[in-house]
């Protein structure tokens, strides 16, 4: 369960995935991520966590923007994570009190899932730096930095998301590789409704 909480809330040891002979790449500007970002409507594939403890956890997630997402976790684990209403609500399948929830914006995850996102804010980036194949942003809540925040690494040509490090507001970390994400096409709202999952499990 602590795992599942840092996960939302923070977290996240770096490891950078990027395409064998890929071109050397200018680093991408704040507006270009934002651009990316905002039109970003849905998106879907795999993904692959490192988690604080150092072990590792695959499944599928789905991004509905704004304020959207859900992680399916592969099995021996089970576990869900869904962010819908304003909510994050995690499911742990060995509970039978229900999923535990919290705000969705006191997590750093907050920053990519905002109806309008704007890199450019003051006092939003703390970190834009580029190795020439790869550019990672951090970013942060403004107004709220004890909330932890997010390292977001991307290619270009095309803009495309290839994983994200979350740190917590106690420094716990979480890396979520991303695996062949697709933009586009149609997720059903009832994926990201939590009322509706609590009821399904019962």
């Known amino acids: 369960m602590t795992t599942r909480r840092n996960?939302?809330?923070?977290?996240?040891?770096?490891?950078?995935?990027?395409?064998?002979?890929?071109?050397?790449?200018?680093?991408?500007?704040l507006g270009e991520v934002s651009n990316y970002l905002n039109q970003l409507q849905t998106a879907q594939g795999g993904f692959?966590?490192?988690?604080?403890?150092?072990?590792?956890?695959?499944?599928?997630?789905?991004i509905k923007r704004p304020g959207r997402i859900r992680f399916e976790y592969?099995?021996?684990d089970n576990s869900l994570v869904m962010a819908g209403g304003g909510s994050v609500a995690i499911f742990d399948p060995r509970s039978n009190t229900g999923p535990e929830?919290?705000?969705?914006?006191?997590?750093?995850?907050?920053?990519?899932?905002?109806?309008?996102?704007?890199?450019?804010?003051?006092?939003?980036?703390?970190?834009?730096?580029s190795d020439g194949t790869t550019t990672t942003i951090t970013a942060q809540d403004p107004d709220n930095p004890q909330y932890g925040n997010i390292q977001m690494v991307f290619t270009g040509n095309p803009v495309e998301l290839r994983q994200w490090i979350v740190t917590d507001d106690v420094g716990a970390t979480t890396t979520v590789i991303l695996?062949?994400?697709?933009?586009?096409?149609?997720?059903?709202?009832?994926?990201?409704?939590?009322l509706a999952e609590t009821e399904r499990r019962g």
């Open 101 to 129: 929830r919290y705000p969705l914006n006191r997590t750093p995850l907050k920053i990519i899932l905002e109806r309008n996102v704007d890199l450019g804010r003051a006092r939003m980036v703390t970190g834009h730096t």
């Open 48 to 62: 692959t966590q490192i988690n604080g403890d150092g072990t590792l956890s695959t499944g599928q997630i789905f």
């Open 7 to 29: 996960f939302m809330a923070g977290a996240a040891a770096t490891a950078l995935v990027a395409a064998a002979g890929q071109a050397q790449a200018q680093q991408l500007s």
């Open 179 to 194: 695996n062949d994400l697709k933009s586009g096409g149609s997720i059903s709202d009832i994926k990201f409704n939590i």
């Open 74 to 76: 592969n099995p021996p």
